[in-house]
């Protein structure tokens, strides 16, 4: 219960964190509606308007990784620069209930980026987004949030030790685009990369996201990725028990 | 209630680019010293004598290279969340606040990381903010909230878990001197709730009204230790000869520590003239000889007075 707490007040203030920048705040509004303006002039000119609602649900998602990337991946950098990691690291709280909120409070915002897509994509290309399971839905949104901020979660531990956190983010975020089969289908990426996408939790929130949408049997793909979710947040937490045992060590947790 | 035995770190760093080199510094030196319950013990050194290091052992976010150090009866290598949920640790600067919240937000958020039950939060920070002084400013934002201001929400905050061990390092730093004054007190009333203090500071003034005992720290290790007093007594019991002087050269000083009855002569940079601080043992009056070794150089103002702390501290961490 407390621990549900924690999680809870840090998710929160968080949001009213990012919320607050106005920098970020303009870029979280442009940028979806940039990259999904770009997917509807490419789809369009490609396959004419018939695809074109499945690219506005993969731009939205596409929106809420691209969100989740770089703060993710430079959460703890910038605890760093802030002087608040350390405090942080002496808390009695378990480091991970104290991270995974940064990592969610980033995918939260980036769910304005699905609305704000879906918006956009009614009022400037006329396209009309009808969903048949609105409940699977709503819940693969939230799955897809979920297994994002775990994969960011995984992210943000595994890059502490790095300068240069935030640019491995940003470098990761269209591969995953691609890998997760957000724009392209799966299955015309070479066989090689099958296992990236299939190990990759977005993939299936993304396909939960489309089988609520336009029929289809959305729950293996929701359990998929919620079920990856878990594992990333595993993963996570061997992670940062292995780099904070490391930084004690070595004395590198308040390097910047 | 902080015992520290034979406390030892050594950091490992690399020089060169293409023939790298491994390094290995050794921050703290084997250092023992213990604080009792209730006390407001110091922490005095230069910079980079390993005060800060052995502040971080004992908070448990470094390990030790070797020896052993205990907060409250847990080893805070083996025992580190027991002894994370008793300290609190405040440390002086800019840092280690979320600008973008409001002070009630950062205290309401680390009141939750620090295990503050939920009923008892609103209340505990109410009371923690009339403690440090900021009652009516707690819903405005971080960002616009001036030095002092910052300082006095560290130790709010250091403070919201009710702690009994409390770790402060250089808290009054880059404090104007009535803000400085106005922390010092409350570190004071940290005594008198029941807290045991371990502080570290640059300010002599300050560790001589606060502190009830002190260990000078140099080059990583203890070189003195006890109360201020005590500390003080040790400047070979003797006086301080203060010479103001204009265009003094090292050849000159060197002469002046030859002086018999001289221990230790430091020189202090003003502006166009240097004064020099020349601290004596025993009784015998030395003025007439300093200046003897001073002929041919200016000299303005001299005066005598009995030894400060920062005499003790000079004369621990220069001599050889």
Known sequence: MRSLRVLGLAWLLHVKMMSRSAFDGAMAVIWPLFYATVAFFMFRTGHGSSSLGPIGLAAAVMGIWTATSVPASSALQRERWSGTLELLVVAPRHLALILLPITLAASTIGLYCVAGTLLWARVLFGIHVTIIHPLFFVLGLVGTVLTIAALGFLMAVSFVGSRRAWAIGAALEYPIWLVCGFLVPVSLLPGWAHPFS???????????????????????????????????????????RVVLDSARKRATLSLA | MIEAINLRRTYQTTTGVVRRKRLDVEAVRGISFSVDQGELFGLLGPNGAGKTTTIKMLITLLLPTSGQARVLGHD???????????????????????????????????????????????????????LVGLKGREKERVEGYSRGMRQRLHIARGILHDPEVVFLDEPTIGVDPVGARD???????????????????????????LCDRIAVIAKGEIVGQGTPAELKGNVAG?????????????????RLRGVGGVSAVTVEEQDQKQLLIVQTTGERELTQPLLAELDGVEVGRVASREPTLEDAYVALVTAE
């Open chain 1, 198 to 240: 299939w190990a990759l939790g977005p993939t299936w929130g993304m396909r939960a996201i489309r089988e609520a949408a336009y029929g289809g049997a959305p729950l293996g793909s929701l359990l998929l990725c919620v079920g990856l979710a878990g594992v990333y947040l595993a993963l996570g937490v061997l992670v940062l």
């Open chain 2, 76 to 130: 805070v290598v083996d025992d580190a969340r027991e002894v994370r949920k008793r300290i609190g640790y405040v440390f002086g600067g800019d840092r280690g606040l979320y600008e973008r919240l409001s002070a009630y937000d950062n205290l309401r958020y680390f009141a939750e990381l620090y295990g503050v039950s939920g009923h008892r939060q609103r209340q505990r920070i109410d009371e923690v903010l009339e």
């Open chain 2, 183 to 209: 922390l010092r007190q409350m570190i004071a009333d940290l005594i008198t709730v029941g807290k045991t203090v371990l502080l570290t500071t640059h300010y002599m003034f300050e560790a001589d009204a």
């Open chain 2, 238 to 254: 003797g006086r301080v000869t203060e010479i103001e002087v204009f265009g003094v050269d090292e050849a000159t000083v060197v």
